[in-house]
């Protein structure tokens, strides 16, 4: 059985999912003082397994905080040799075709997969392999950045299954292939 | 007083307003086969005039339709030396810095205007004219062609005022400058 292959992002009004100096300070625009969870423990729920690349494994190191995820990581990486120490038993190398990957990964029982990072939802986007995007727009216009998509061979038609609104002011849409 | 100038407009996902041949048959993805209202006449009753650039002015002439404005229309053009026949009447054309233009409408009592037209758009963001974005984002990936935001400056903040879903695929979200 084919798995399914989300990505649940958040970005600006202009599309943007970092700001002009790669920064993402600005996702903490509207104030969350109760932290409430805004879709996303319940989004990680139903998630086997993270895949991402390289660059977005290396800033969730860069934080400095405890490994934040509860399910295996598969980073994506063809330079990458060796995962560091302190997360080793959670996070798995990976490397090649895609396509081939998810295969693999769904062949193992991981249906499904959150596919996380600019670069890495690009790729997937190109071969067609999004099944569900959820995402979550934050008011306000970077003027600048880095964009969540890019340039598709073609047009890539999706079905809005929901769209909640959180804390006022987050408008969280979710879309289904077609 | 102040008026108040509004974008009213719909993106694809990956925030484009054309596609890549400049084509706009991708708004009719979703199927209206009773033609209801998707937010568009309940704004314009509350629109004094437009304001749009000479492209999407030359785009509504190509329709070949009827006039389809029932409120005074100001064409920002620097070029065009006169209006065609047809809309004489409809249309005025105005040129110079948007800001002395908009001074100017306000003053003569056109309070709510609708801005239109990508460039026209981008041009009143970069000097922070616009107060209210209506985004209606249709579920397509484009995979490029025209987008609807480009540089700015720097930041600008919106607040969210309102979120509503038409044809239960129709996502339109009502933003206001912070």
Not at 10 to 27: P, V
Not at 40 to 54: E, H, P, Q, T
Not at 57 to 76: Q, T
Not at 86 to 94: I, Q, S, Y
Request: glycine share 8%; charged share 25%.
């Amino acid at each position: 059985m084919k798995g399914t292959n989300y990505v649940f992002i958040a970005t600006s009004l202009d599309g943007k999912i970092a700001d002009k100096n790669n920064g993402i300070d600005w996702l903490n625009t509207v104030p969350n003082p109760d932290n409430i969870d805004t879709g996303f423990k319940r989004f990680m729920s139903k998630i086997d397994a993270l895949v991402m690349g390289r660059s977005t494994f290396e800033v969730v190191m860069g934080f400095g905080i405890e490994w934040p995820y509860s399910v295996p990581v598969f980073v994506l990486s063809n330079s990458l040799k060796e995962i560091p120490e302190t997360c080793k038993g959670k996070v798995e190398l990976v490397s090649g075709d895609i396509k081939t990957i998810v295969e693999e990964l769904n062949n193992k029982g991981f249906k499904h997969l959150y596919i996380d990072g600019g670069q890495t939802i690009q790729s997937f986007l190109k071969e067609d392999l999004i099944d569900e995007l959820i995402i979550t727009t934050i008011p306000i216009l970077l003027g600048g950045g880095v964009p969540l998509f890019d340039e598709l061979p073609d047009e890539r038609k999706f079905q809005h299954l929901k769209t909640e609104v959180f804390l006022e002011q987050l408008v969280q849409s979710h879309y289904q292939r077609v």
